[in-house]
């Protein structure tokens, strides 16, 4: 219910109305500060190798510690502090704190491929990305071919005039970009062709129904050729079975990532975790 006709024919906003806009001011408050009171959090999701479980790379996943609310998720935050111009000092943090930490987990022998992190679409739009991206890799002394950076379908389109030269100069640094949610947005194919991208990540709306699912599994499938015939890595997100699992790997998709084989977990879980499973393989 959105609003109600009053006594005198004018429409006013209802209570509850109110109160969510009182809740986005007050949270678009606490998000200014957030940064400064450190209290955004880096979660890591394993990727894998479907047939053998290797860990192939991971994906950084913000999180925003509330002090009130507890641990928020991008859904709750991300919208709000785009539309407030904030996103791109937070992009900075996340881009930084991500290559900090594969940086480490490199230099502590955690043998990975590479780290996916979300770019959104403000930052995309603006023209230090690429000197930023630069500056971080020489700072972190991360490998540029140990980041990947992901942008969703609809970002690229939206804006492809400007987000094609520019994703083209972040493919000179020697990075991969993957195309984030990849089946959800409008790319024709002949710009697909033209995008200077490595990686399509099939999105978990067409993951979530196969192998039932006939026309999620011949999607799936679709994409999966796509990737072949264009010379791109595929992987799928949103693996929360086995027969999932199975399926992609029969349709030629070697790498996935999701709740079957692991959620995003904090660094020091995916630490830990990492030099169990590789003492559990030394035994
Ligand atoms: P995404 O990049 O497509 O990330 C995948 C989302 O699916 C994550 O949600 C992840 O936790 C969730 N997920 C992983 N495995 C499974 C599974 O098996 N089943 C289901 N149902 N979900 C799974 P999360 O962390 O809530 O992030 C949501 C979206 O927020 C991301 O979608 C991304 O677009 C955005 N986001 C997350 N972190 C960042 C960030 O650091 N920067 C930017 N700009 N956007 C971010
Ligand atoms: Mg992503
Ligand atoms: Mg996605
Ligand atoms: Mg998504």
Same mark, same amino acid.
């Given at each position: 219910?959105?609003? %109600?006709?009053?006594?005198?024919?004018?429409?006013?906003?209802?209570? #509850?109305?109110?109160?969510?806009?009182?809740?986005?001011?007050? !949270? #678009?408050? +606490? !998000?200014?500060?957030?940064?400064?009171?450190?209290?955004?959090? &880096?979660?890591?999701?394993?990727?894998?190798?479907?047939?053998?479980?290797?860990?192939?790379?991971?994906?950084?996943?913000? @999180?925003?510690?509330?002090?009130?609310?507890?641990?928020?998720?991008?859904?709750?935050?991300?919208?709000?502090?785009?539309?407030?111009?904030?996103?791109?000092?937070?992009?900075?943090?996340?881009? #930084?704190?991500?290559? @900090?930490?594969?940086?480490?987990?490199?230099?502590?022998?955690?043998?990975?491929?590479?780290?996916?992190?979300?770019?959104?679409?403000?930052?995309? /739009? @603006?023209?230090?990305?690429?000197?930023?991206?630069?500056?971080? &890799?020489?700072?972190?002394?991360?490998?540029?071919?140990?980041?990947?950076?992901?942008?969703?379908?609809?970002?690229?389109?939206?804006?492809?005039?400007?987000?094609?030269?520019?994703?083209? #100069?972040?493919?000179?640094?020697?990075?991969?970009?993957?195309? +984030? %949610?990849?089946?959800?947005?409008?790319?024709?194919?002949?710009?697909?062709?033209?995008?200077?991208?490595?990686?399509?990540?099939?999105?978990?709306?067409?993951?979530?129904?196969?192998?039932?699912?006939?026309?999620?599994?011949?999607?799936?499938?679709?994409?999966?050729?796509?990737?072949?015939?264009?010379?791109?890595?595929?992987?799928?997100?949103?693996?929360?079975?086995?027969?999932?699992? *199975?399926?992609?790997? *029969?349709?030629?998709?070697? /790498?996935?990532?999701?709740?079957?084989?692991?959620?995003?977990?904090?660094? %020091?879980?995916?630490?830990?975790?990492?030099?169990?499973?590789?003492? *559990? *393989?030394?035994?």
């Amino acid at each position: 219910q959105v609003k %109600d006709k009053g006594r005198f024919g004018f429409a006013f906003y209802t209570p #509850e109305l109110t109160l969510k806009a009182t809740e986005r001011v007050r !949270l #678009e408050n +606490d !998000l200014h500060k957030a940064l400064d009171l450190d209290q955004f959090v &880096l979660h890591y999701q394993p990727q894998v190798d479907l047939g053998s479980g290797r860990l192939t790379g991971v994906e950084a996943l913000v @999180r925003w510690a509330h002090p009130d609310k507890g641990l928020l998720y991008p859904s709750a935050f991300i919208p709000i502090a785009e539309e407030s111009g904030m996103m791109p000092r937070i992009g900075r943090w996340i881009l #930084e704190t991500a290559c @900090r930490q594969a940086s480490d987990w490199r230099d502590g022998g955690l043998a990975f491929g590479r780290i996916g992190v979300n770019i959104a679409a403000s930052q995309l /739009r @603006r023209g230090d990305l690429v000197a930023l991206t630069r500056d971080t &890799l020489a700072a972190t002394g991360l490998p540029a071919e140990m980041l990947e950076l992901e942008v969703t379908e609809g970002f690229i389109m939206q804006q492809a005039a400007e987000a094609i030269p520019r994703l083209n #100069e972040l493919r000179e640094l020697g990075i991969g970009i993957a195309i +984030d %949610d990849f089946g959800t947005g409008y790319s024709s194919l002949s710009y697909l062709k033209r995008l200077p991208v490595t990686r399509l990540k099939i999105d978990q709306s067409f993951v979530r129904d196969i192998p039932n699912d006939r026309d999620d599994a011949a999607i799936t499938r679709a994409i999966i050729a796509l990737a072949k015939s264009l010379s791109l890595d595929v992987i799928a997100e949103g693996v929360e079975t086995p027969d999932q699992a *199975a399926f992609l790997l *029969a349709e030629g998709c070697q /790498r996935g990532q999701g709740f079957h084989f692991s959620a995003a977990v904090s660094a %020091d879980t995916l630490t830990r975790g990492y030099a169990a499973a590789s003492q *559990a *393989a030394n035994t």
